[in-house]
């Protein structure tokens, strides 16, 4: 059974406390089996029976994996100059009157092709597990409440969607008014 033994510190989230509360635990260790987490604590008190396989940790900050519940993956455009020009004070009113905000994506979307806008997608949801994302739910075109579950180590992902829906990463969602 792998453990991942030297963890500077180990952030935890317990029921008690609510969402936003982190319980740190210095000088931690974690033990798993398959793909769940069967011991956490101090490494002082780890079991004899999790030391036989550890894996070093360095030293490492170590946090629970992260879930994205909502996430646009399939869409075009950029809008980052509208983010620069929020933080110079311009209002979301005043992005949208110059063209900006969500109908801009929606006509930057209509432009791109198929390929362009899964090979975003893709891009988005490699960099969204490289950064420790382990439950992703998207939105694609017809299809609602697909999940995408990361299983560590080797990132492999399992689509989780009703049966009868098409899977196809296509056009995002459009409003009626371009």
Known sequence: MPTLVNIGTLATCRPAGGQAAIH??????LAWEHDRIVWVGAETDLPP???ADPIDAGGRLVIPGLI??????????NRADEWTAKLRGASY????ASGGGIRRTVRETAAASDDELQARALGFLSEMIRLGELDIQVTLKDVKN????????D????LVAPSATRLDVARAYAISKL
């Open 146 to 153: 697909v999940h995408l579950s990361v299983h560590p180590p």
């Open 93 to 96: 009113l005043d992005i949208a």
């Open 49 to 51: 029976a999790f030391r």
């Open 24 to 29: 740190p635990i210095s000088r931690a260790a």
């Open 155 to 158: 990132g492999r992902v399992t």
């Open 68 to 77: 994205d519940c909502h996430t646009h993956l399939a869409f075009g455009g």
